[in-house]
């Protein structure tokens, strides 16, 4: 359904990484996020 949806996951990922390098104490927050994200991706393509 989403072409781009690899292209949008490597970029979160890489975002969400170097946000981590830069403030490590973030990192519980941006893996919940993270994960949400990836779960509604899920959902909207098995539908």
């Known amino acids: 359904m989403f072409p781009l949806s690899g292209l949008i996951i490597g970029i979160v ?3 969400f990484g170097i946000i981590v390098m830069i403030k490590p104490k973030i990192l519980n ?19």
Request: zero cysteines; aromatic letters at 10%.
């Open 29 to 47: 927050y941006l893996i919940g996020i993270y994960l949400i994200i990836i779960g509604v991706i899920a959902i909207i393509q098995a539908l």
């Open 13 to 15: 990922s890489l975002v």
